[in-house]
């Protein structure tokens, strides 16, 4: 089945500790994303990347990492989380310009910073 | 820097009435305008979207229109039911990169 995965789902954890949000997609997508929803503020882009090893800022980067080193996978990375990054977070996946423009989002990952 | 105003962030129609979320964008090298669906609890999905060359485009009850001049496009639901009740989405991004940005979100509600 096409899809987009995320883990972990649900997370729960302190002010300062290292995470990672894992993302996966077995589309062959070229593009993948990152955005971060909040009440009120929409879908908020916080990293792209176009390619492997090509990644570019979006609205909201700050306190954020990624990496894309396989085409299928692009974690996010927060070195030092902080309760302003309690958030909804979603990973999304689009095929290469000329072909389909749409972005296949996956479940979704709430995460809560103490 | 560039944002996507949406209005408006609700709206209530009755059931078999037609409903309109108008956006705004300001970055004029924007070209690719989608429109996406979010249930409670779900994740957005794509419903239309249109392509700067492209003034209208329809699929069934849903149509999108686009004033590039104006840097202005719209959602069009005709016949609504209560399965449409969810937040929608507009957003604007350059369909040769990947840059997107998002409206505020509208969230309607189709009484029976």
């Known amino acids: 089945e096409a899809q987009v995965t995320q883990n972990p789902r649900y997370l729960i954890t302190v002010t300062g500790k290292k995470l990672t949000v894992t993302c996966s997609q077995n589309?062959?997508?070229?593009?993948m994303s990152w955005y971060r929803q909040d009440p009120g503020l929409g879908l908020r882009q916080i990293y792209y990347?176009?390619?492997?090893?090509?990644?570019d800022k979006g609205d909201v980067p700050e306190g954020y990492k990624v990496s894309r080193k396989e085409k299928r996978n692009f974690p996010l990375i927060l070195e030092s989380p902080s309760p302003n990054q309690t958030s909804l977070y979603f990973c999304?996946?689009?095929?290469?310009?000329?072909?389909?423009?749409?972005?296949?989002f996956g479940p979704g990952t709430r995460l809560t910073v103490t | 820097g560039e944002n996507v105003e949406q209005h408006p962030s609700t709206l209530s129609v009755q059931e078999g009435d037609s409903a309109v979320i108008k956006c705004t964008y300001s970055?004029?090298?924007?070209?690719?305008f989608p429109w996406y669906k979010q249930e409670l609890g779900k994740r957005p999905q794509l419903i239309i979207d249109?392509?700067?060359?492209?003034g209208e485009k329809k699929d069934q009850r849903i149509a999108v229109t686009l004033n590039k001049t104006a840097k202005h496009f719209s959602l069009h639901i005709t016949e609504t039911q209560p399965e449409d009740s969810a937040v929608y989405f507009c957003?604007?991004?350059?369909?040769?990169?990947?840059?997107?940005?998002f409206g505020a979100g509208t969230r309607l509600f189709v009484k029976a």
């Open positions: 999304a996946s689009s095929p290469a310009p000329g072909t389909d423009y749409e972005q296949y």
């Open positions: 589309m062959n997508h070229e593009y």
């Open positions: 990347s176009m390619n492997v090893e090509v990644t």
């Open positions: 970055d004029s090298a924007s070209n690719y």
């Open positions: 249109i392509r700067s060359n492209v």
């Open positions: 957003a604007a991004s350059m369909a040769g990169g990947f840059k997107t940005i």
